[in-house]
């Protein structure tokens, strides 16, 4: 199924980069995105090439590989979700170790996908990803929301001037309730019946008015004051 049906028209294609160490992997990653219809502007082999040819496409979606020569792909992730907010990063690693899939979403990634995964749940991943969802390899999901929730019960630092919260409106905060339930933009926008747009709308909404950066920041700011329990 190609994603240039499901862009629409008028609406240009998700501009991808895949960063891999092994050539192979990474030609045939980048080549089974492309025939997808997603825009790959990029490919890096090591983890400061990385950071420098992100830097100048800027992409939409980030592919990345976790060890990497030259810098830890955590860093590389962390590095440039700092300097481009807007980017997502989805991980394609083969470790499903507990650890890495935390350090990974630590770091800024929105998702995390076993190499082992096929070419048809990659290109899904990457065209959620883009769209804004947290995809993870199924059984991982539950250990990444647990994540959320332990650092959620950790004291975050306040500034003694830190302004007011700022008012989110109730569909916000709707909406907010059930990303921190760990629903994908999908099902929230099938349990409240509005469209994929309108929830990424909300989203992006509630993270400017939040001062917010990624999901990951939402959801705990979510977390830390209950929504995931209303």
Not at 209 to 228: F, M, T
Request: with cysteine.
């Amino acid at each position: 199924m190609s994603a240039t049906h499901e862009e629409g028209a008028g609406q240009r294609a998700v501009r991808v980069m895949v960063v891999d160490d092994h050539p192979m992997w990474r030609d045939a990653v980048a080549r089974d995105l492309a025939e997808a219809g997603f825009d790959v502007v990029a490919t890096a082999g090591d983890g400061p090439q990385a950071v420098r040819r992100a830097g100048a496409v800027t992409p939409d979606v980030l592919v990345l590989d976790l060890n990497l020569p030259g810098m830890p792909g955590v860093q590389v992730c962390k590095t440039l979700v700092g300097a481009q907010p807007a980017l997502r990063v989805l991980v394609l690693s083969a470790s499903g170790e507990h650890a890495d899939v935390l350090e990974a979403v630590k770091s800024g990634a929105t998702g995390y996908l076993m190499k082992s995964a096929s070419t048809q749940e990659l290109t899904d991943a990457v065209r959620r990803t883009a769209a804004g969802d947290a995809v993870f390899t199924p059984g991982l999901a539950g250990l990444v929301l647990g994540e959320y929730r332990r650092l959620a019960s950790e004291p975050a630092p306040v500034a003694s001037d830190e302004p007011k919260a700022p008012e989110l409106t109730d569909r916000e905060t709707e909406v907010l309730r059930l990303v921190a339930k760990g629903l994908s933009y999908k099902q929230i926008a099938e349990r409240l019946v509005i469209s994929h747009r309108t929830v990424q709308n909300h989203v992006q909404n509630t993270l400017g008015k939040l001062q917010l950066h990624n999901r990951v920041e939402l959801v705990r700011y979510a977390i830390e004051r209950g929504l995931d329990d209303a």
